[in-house]
């Protein structure tokens, strides 16, 4: 069993940057792969980045590539998602989730944190 917590999203103006933090609990989170994904106002869950446990390979949207990072700090069973140069329409409530399997679908993750909201202003 996993327990994921989100923190870090807040109100930013368009250019600005945030870093969110997902904080695990549970054995072996290292093992997992992790994604954050995203559900803006009137749209559907979408995935913005994922890393993969055991050989740290990252995996980007489209949208979002060349301005957010994800990494992860095994010792304290935390991903991060950087997040710069934001826009309005990356305003959303970000998700963090793991699973075992190497995969963009919502349903490839098991375990999911409650969400944290990011709102960016023009």
């Known amino acids: 069993q996993v327990q994921l917590v989100e923190s870090g999203g807040g109100l930013v103006q368009t250019g600005g940057s945030l870093r969110l933090s997902c904080a695990a609990s549970?054995?072996?989170?290292?093992?997992?792969?992790v994604g954050w994904f995203r559900q803006g106002p009137g749209k559907e869950r979408e995935f913005v980045a994922g890393i993969i446990g055991s050989s740290g390979t990252t995996d980007y949207a489209d949208s979002v590539k060349g301005r957010f990072a994800i990494s992860r700090d095994n010792a304290k069973n935390t991903v991060y998602l950087q997040m710069n140069s934001l826009k309005p329409e990356d305003t959303a409530v970000y998700s963090c989730a793991a699973g075992w399997y190497d995969s963009r679908s919502t349903s490839a993750y098991n375990y999911w944190g409650q969400g944290t909201q990011v709102t960016v202003s023009s």
């Open positions: 549970g054995r072996a989170f290292s093992n997992y792969r």
